[in-house]
């Protein structure tokens, strides 16, 4: 029994001796790895780097290395940390990566090396990251994109290589890219886009290859990316655009190519984007639009054409465009709205000609804009409205008709416009207002009438305006009015000028 019980006690004791080995060896050294293992050893909460638990550093998910001054990354560095799915390596000093960087980081799904000094990528390097979903290289040094840079980021969801100095990327270098849906190489120093540059990346939803040097764009360019929604391409030197320019493009929604350097749309230059939804060519040299320029897209719903040099728009050019709701074609040189421009164009809702060259406008400039919620004339050189322009415009609810010439309103200009809330004729000629002028505009909120020559304000000329809240007279001639005389409540705010009553 004696026997019995000693055996068993030594035992015991064998048993508490290899448990407190097992604990003895789960704390590791990780001191040579310097501010990094510092920052490991304090997210696991040890008292030292030199005694770490490795159970505990197995079980990290995020580690923010952001700001340490980091100037290399050692083969093995990130040992141990086999269930880290986000590391943040940003705002370092890191100039490469070494093969082995990344090695044990099987689970990473974010890894972050924005903002450091990269200037090249070794092939290979991210290939033990087969988890990775979003790769930052936002703000570095980079200049050549090689072929299998990338090899072995089969999860790989978002890439982001914007401001880099990237003037080359070699062929295939996305090739196995597949589940990528989003591409950063904006503000990058890329001069062209060649023949099946984006092989490869048959998920890709949106690109970014804006404020580079892209003066030229292979017709094979796009080939392959049929998931394509969204194109920014702006901030170039883009001189011209052909039928085969956008090919492969046929999922495309939105597409954005301005501040580049085209003078003229070409015949049918868009017809294969026949799914598109917006599209700004705003502040290029536009200075002529073929008749067929827009032809196929019909699904557009944007188009702005601000800030170009277009002096002559022809009744064709709209035509097919039966789902436009908003066509921006503001600082131009137009100078003549045709009576059949945008006749075509129902849903219209909103339509911007402010700062051209406009003189008059014709009884049907507007006609069939029954849709028309917002119309924008600031900046011309009208200098008078006739009856019946804007007898179309049922649905109207903004008027800018500010900073032009205008000295006589025909009387019952605005009778149709019932549902207009906001009419400003800031900055004009007029020097009396009568109650015809204005006749009909019973659910205007805010009336601009300031900075004209006003001298008179004929009576009874608001009394019809029971939705008004705002007038504003200043800068006229007459500096004060009788709120009865001219048929304002007590209610309606009046700026500019001294009210009575």
């Not at 052909?242 to 230059?269: A, Q, W």
């Amino acid at each position: 029994m004696r026997k019995h019980r000693r055996l068993h006690f030594i035992s015991l004791i064998l048993v508490l001796l290899s448990s407190s080995s097992l604990k003895a060896e789960s704390a590791i050294n990780i001191c040579d790895r310097g501010a990094i293992g510092k920052k490991i050893a304090a997210l696991t909460l040890a008292k030292s780097c030199s005694r770490v638990s490795a159970e505990k550093m197995g079980l990290l998910q995020s580690l923010d290395l952001r700001g340490l001054g980091l100037a290399s990354l050692p083969s093995g560095i990130f040992k141990g940390l086999d269930s880290l799915q986000t590391l943040n390596l940003s705002n370092n000093q890191l100039v490469s990566i070494r093969p082995g960087s990344f090695q044990g980081l099987s689970s990473l799904i974010v890894l972050s090396l924005r903002n450091n000094q990269i200037e090249a990528l070794s092939v290979n390097i991210f290939r033990p990251l087969r988890s990775l979903e979003i790769l930052d290289l936002k703000k570095n040094s980079i200049k050549k994109i090689k072929i299998n840079s990338f090899e072995g980021l089969t999860s790989l969801r978002e890439l982001n290589l914007s401001k880099n100095k990237i003037s080359l990327i070699e062929d295939d270098s996305f090739l196995n890219l597949l589940g990528v849906k989003r591409l950063y190489l904006n503000k990058n120093l890329i001069s062209s886009l060649s023949r099946g540059l984006f092989e490869g990346l048959a998920s890709l939803e949106t690109l970014y290859v804006s404020n580079n040097k892209i003066d030229t764009i292979n017709e094979h360019a796009f080939g392959g990316l049929h998931s394509l929604k969204r194109l920014y391409i702006f901030k170039n030197l883009i001189s011209s655009l052909s039928t085969k320019t956008f090919n492969g493009l046929d999922g495309l929604e939105v597409l954005d190519l301005k501040s580049n350097k085209i003078s003229s749309l070409e015949y049918r230059c868009f017809q294969n984007l026949t799914e598109l939804h917006s599209l700004s060519l705003k502040e290029n040299s536009i200075n002529s639009v073929d008749k067929n320029a827009f032809y196929g897209l019909g699904s557009l719903k944007t188009l702005n054409l601000n800030g170009n040099k277009i002096h002559l728009v022809l009744d064709e050019t709209f035509e097919g465009l039966s789902l436009l709701e908003r066509l921006f074609l503001g600082r131009n040189q137009i100078r003549f709205i045709s009576g059949s421009l945008f006749s075509q164009l129902g849903r219209l809702k909103t339509l911007g000609l402010g700062d051209n060259l406009i003189r008059s406008l014709h009884y049907e400039s507007f006609e069939g804009l029954g849709s028309l919620e917002g119309l924008f004339l600031y900046k011309n050189k009208i200098n008078f409205i006739q009856k019946h322009t804007f007898s179309d415009l049922s649905s109207l609810k903004e008027l800018s008709l500010d900073d032009n010439s205008i000295s006589f309103i025909e009387d019952k200009s605005f009778e149709a416009l019932r549902a207009l809330k906001w009419l400003d004729l800031t900055g004009n000629k007029l020097n009396t207002i009568t109650p015809f002028m204005l006749y009909g505009l019973l659910s205007v909120e805010r009336l601009y009438l300031g900075n004209n020559q006003i001298h008179a304000i004929e009576d009874h000329s608001f009394l019809k305006f029971t939705r008004l809240e705002q007038l504003f007279l200043g800068g006229n001639i007459i500096k004060s009015i009788s709120r009865s005389q001219v048929g304002i409540s007590y209610y309606v705010r009046v700026y500019g000028v001294e009210t009575t009553d």
